[in-house]
């Protein structure tokens, strides 16, 4: 059964502080994405990788950095926490577009990140 | 401050009725469209897709259009259950930069009345 986890559920943080969030994929997917979900705003794609060591930007990059060290983690790090990065943040993972028959996305349960 | 979000359009529909759900998309070049459903506390399950050289596609109790005329996509759920309860995404791929870049639309809830 494929897979994604992500290290917390909840998170509070305080302005300043640098966050770590961690997305782990079991499906041996060469794809992984981070996410932003903000109420009726959707989804916004903050960055991805296609490969191990590759990182590309999204379309909402600032403040934000990734790590992608082994093929089944890929990390998503906020340098120096601000209130308005409060959100849900979602990892995702899927097989390549070029060789799969679907461009599904596999999603983790999200880690609430709460900055004050 | 913080930022305060949009209100997310909202879908009621009675139990054992059809639920329709819409979507419009943006980018003409566009091959590719994925439903998603995201459950409270969940993150976002694929339900079904679609390919821009198909019009119509089925599942089980769902069922997707796609108008590329008018660039929209719907979602029907056929014989809507409490289960259904969720907020349902639309997702269209199309190239960007050179990858292949797959955007989310703002979502719609919808909720079962018992």
């Known amino acids: 059964d494929v897979k994604v986890t992500q290290s917390s559920r909840y998170l509070v943080k305080r302005t300043g502080e640098k966050v770590f969030l961690e997305c782990v994929q079991d499906?041996?997917?060469?794809?992984m994405f981070w996410y932003r979900q903000d109420p009726g705003l959707g989804l916004r794609l903050i960055y991805f990788?296609?490969?191990?060591?590759?990182?590309e930007k999204g379309d909402i990059p600032e403040g934000y950095s990734v790590s992608r060290e082994k093929k089944e983690r890929f990390s998503l790090i906020l340098e120096s926490a601000s209130t308005n990065q409060t959100s849900m943040y979602l990892c995702?993972?899927?097989?390549?577009?070029?060789?799969?028959?679907?461009?599904?996305?596999?999603f983790g349960p999200g880690t609430r990140l709460t900055v004050t | 401050g913080e930022s305060v979000g949009l209100h997310l359009p909202t879908l009621s529909v009675q139990e054992g009725d059809n639920s329709i759900i819409n979507c419009a998309y943006s980018n003409s070049a566009s091959d590719y469209f994925i439903w998603y459903k995201q459950e409270s506390g969940k993150g976002p399950q694929f339900i079904i897709d679609i390919r821009s050289n198909m019009d119509k596609r089925q599942g089980q109790r769902v069922t997707v259009l796609l108008n590329k005329t008018v660039k929209h996509l719907s979602l029907q759920i056929a014989a809507t259950q409490p289960g259904d309860s969720a907020v349902y995404f639309c997702a269209e791929k199309g190239e960007s930069g050179g990858y292949q870049k797959v955007t989310f639309g703002t979502g719609t809830k919808l909720q079962v009345i018992p």
């Open positions: 990788s296609y490969d191990v060591k590759m990182k």
């Open positions: 995702a993972s899927s097989s390549p577009g070029s060789l799969a028959l679907s461009y599904e996305q596999y």
């Open positions: 499906m041996d997917h060469e794809n």
